[in-house]
């Protein structure tokens, strides 16, 4: 008889149990749907975020912290030789004084190459120009490699032109290059001499025309072309002109900064009608020695020709060192980058290293600054 009510009471509970398991299944169907539907209707963001979210930042931090600063540098001896046998235990690397821990050290010949090509066409350019495509244009014969490197072709005067964005192909890069050419202000023959009759432009297209903004275009180029372009390459801006701006928006100080946060090494080939106008060597020395490239600066054909040799080797010759920075603030401070040599024997060889002299730290922010106008 006992057996029996108690075996009448546990159903009891189970069936009351059940109708509540029920009942809470369906309300909880029946929230999910409602839910479903007001997101369908009104997408709004959820005002505040769950604890998950709080783990995904922790991790998005410690990811930001073990970034790894690339590099890249070259060794020559005294007689502009490139030294190709370093070994990790023969540098070191500091930052802002510090010493840093290397994760990697190895030449990069085989590391994917992305660049622009710069080609001042301002008046000052107008009577080497056509030595300039040749030598740019050989120049990416010799140093693209099939489905491995790409680069860009801008040309500039007062304003930017894109005559080709990033690619590997190198017969659209030679047509864009063969594009190039000087274009005189309305009206202009030649030796500053104005022939009538040509209908006026405006004030501000004549002004554009007849000036040359070079840290306009390396600013530009830094941030419309090179930042987009692959992960884990060599990036470079090769720029030949004079080196003489005079419309520029941007400073000097701007265009390196914007090349340093991209990794982009700038090399200058300074030309141009160096008897009218004069070469600004200082001004292109500064800004390939703060980015880690060099420059050039031919006084015929041959030079030229040399000067751009020289660049495909110092690309194919570079050392790629990795650190993680002892310094995890993100505060986009920059910081100043030392390579030294240890090995007793290679210090008496006097050995120059070209590399970039620092960085920004990264910041918080995920959002990229506003791009400026595509040229």
């Not at 840290?215 to 987009?228: F, G, L, M, Q, Y």
């Amino acid at each position: 008889m006992k057996l029996r009510v108690l075996c009448a009471a546990f159903l009891s509970v189970s069936l009351v149990s059940l109708v509540f398991l029920t009942r809470g299944s369906s309300a909880q169907s029946d929230n999910s749907n409602n839910t479903r539907a007001r997101v369908t209707q009104n997408p709004t963001p959820s005002p505040t975020p769950p604890k998950e979210e709080e783990t995904i930042n922790s991790d998005e931090v410690l990811r930001v912290e073990t970034n790894l600063t690339n590099v890249f540098f070259t060794a020559a001896d005294k007689n502009k030789r490139f030294i190709s046998t370093l070994k990790r235990e023969d540098v070191r690397v500091l930052e802002d004084g510090v010493p840093q821990q290397v994760f990697t050290f190895q030449q990069s010949a085989d590391l994917p190459l992305s660049m622009a090509i710069l080609i001042d066409t301002s008046r000052s350019e107008e009577r080497t120009l056509p030595e300039e495509k040749l030598a740019a244009k050989a120049f990416l014969e010799a140093v693209m490699r099939a489905e491995k490197d790409e680069a860009a072709v801008v040309s500039f005067t007062g304003e930017a032109t894109l005559e080709q964005g990033l690619t590997g192909n190198v017969a659209r890069l030679r047509r864009a290059i063969d594009r190039v050419e000087y274009v005189p202000p309305s009206g202009l023959i030649g030796g500053g001499v104005v022939v009538g009759g040509t209908p006026p432009i405006s004030d501000s297209q004549q002004m554009l025309a007849g000036s040359t903004a070079i840290w306009d275009a390396v600013w530009t180029t830094s941030n419309e072309i090179i930042r987009d372009s692959a992960e884990h390459t060599r990036r470079a801006i090769i720029l030949l002109t004079d080196g003489q701006d005079t419309s520029s928006q941007m400073r000097r100080d701007d265009a390196i900064k914007a090349a340093v946060k991209v990794d982009a090494l700038v090399y200058a080939i300074g030309i141009g009608d160096r008897y009218s106008y004069g070469i600004d060597e200082g001004s292109l020395k500064k800004i390939t020695e703060a980015t880690g490239g060099r420059a050039y600066f031919p006084h015929n054909e041959r030079d030229l020709r040399d000067a751009f040799m020289q660049i495909q080797r110092e690309l194919r010759e570079q050392y790629l060192i990795a650190y993680s920075s002892s310094n995890k603030a993100r505060d986009g401070a920059y910081r100043r980058v030392t390579i030294e040599i240890t090995n007793p024997e290679l210090q008496q060889q006097s050995l120059k290293l070209t590399y970039r002299p620092g960085y920004f730290a990264k910041t918080p922010e995920a959002a990229p600054a506003n791009p400026a106008k595509k040229p």
